[in-house]
């Protein structure tokens, strides 16, 4: 038996947004917490994140990031994951897409969360060039985590809070043409349930579709993707099945918002993750995953 750790080893592309549980201080933490190492490796580093700030400080990273890519590719660092999330510029879409190709040898699960816009708008950094870059990116995952804002975005088509069942699962069926083998889409309506959310995903390689049912809490922290894709990316590379990692992403974000939405504080802040993160080390309940059908594959 080889004596070298087996950890999971994962390139964390994401911007630092120093006060803001968002990106990279809620990702680290999360991976570690889940047995990873988090290879952080910043696209741009800010003051706060921008959904709630204004005059926030922004310096974009792409110059250090192909520097860095270069020396972990001369000391040979192999990753069995490469999880990108928030781009500073249209540029490090080929930087990131590049950094893939040379690991694609080691086979890495890739997790590209294309950040860009939630409610229908998009954040304040991105723009129609950010929104190409992002196609392109995402036709170099296996896992893409596009909200239902970035979906339309993705899809070019026009954004609507309830798309109806049949819609979504065409949604996710084309996205998944677009190169993903695995889409999950969040914050997805679900149709007759009032104001419930969850989180549906197809897999194009066993034509299953799953869904996560979420209860409706009245509040949207910022960050708060950020929170379930990494949890998700932790939980497969623990070995969980997709419905098992959605489950664990919904619950995980649902505990999250639990504890925060009885405090007064601005939601800008963030969800108190500081409360619940032990959790992720503690035993797997499963709670709530639905199997939606299947198609012919
Ligand atoms: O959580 C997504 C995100 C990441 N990074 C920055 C952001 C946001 C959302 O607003 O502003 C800088």
């Not at 929104?131 to 970035?150: C, H, Q, W």
């Not at 979420?214 to 922290?221: D, F, K, R, S």
Request: proline fraction near 5%; glycine fraction near 8%.
């Amino acid at each position: 038996m080889s004596m070298a750790p087996y950890i999971p080893r994962v390139a964390a592309i994401h911007d630092l947004s120093g006060y803001g549980r968002n990106s990279l201080s809620v990702v680290i933490p999360i991976l570690s917490t889940m047995g990873c190492q988090a290879v952080a490796l910043p696209t741009a580093v800010l003051s706060t994140h921008t959904g709630g700030f204004e005059d926030y400080a922004f310096e974009d990273l792409t110059g250090f990031m192909k520097k860095a890519i270069d020396h972990w590719m001369k000391l040979d660092i192999r990753f069995h994951c490469v999880y990108s999330g928030f781009l500073g510029s249209p540029a490090q879409v080929e930087l990131v897409s590049d950094f893939i190709m040379r690991q694609r040898e080691h086979k890495p699960l890739v997790v590209v969360d294309p950040v860009l816009a939630d409610d229908g708008k998009l954040y304040a950094t991105m723009d129609m060039d950010m929104v190409a870059g992002m196609k392109y990116l995402i036709s170099r995952a296996d896992v893409v985590t596009p909200n239902l804002t970035e979906a339309s975005l993705l899809l070019g088509k026009s954004y609507k809070a309830d798309l109806g069942e049949e819609t979504l699962k065409e949604w996710l069926v084309s996205l998944a043409d677009m190169g993903p083998e695995t889409v999950v889409i969040t914050s997805a309506p679900i149709s007759g349930k009032g104001k419930d959310i969850s989180v549906a995903a197809y897999n194009r390689q066993s034509g299953h579709f799953w869904r996560a049912p979420c209860v409706y809490i009245p509040a949207n922290y910022p960050g708060a993707g950020d929170v379930f894709t990494s949890v998700l990316t932790g939980s497969l590379l623990q070995g969980d099945s997709l419905p098992v990692a959605l489950d664990r992403g919904v619950q995980f974000v649902t505990q999250a918002i639990r504890a925060s939405y009885g405090f007064d504080y601005p939601r800008r802040d963030g969800v108190l993750l500081e409360r619940v993160l032990g959790s992720l080390n503690g035993p797997v309940f499963l709670g709530s995953y639905e199997w939606l059908d299947e198609r012919e594959v």
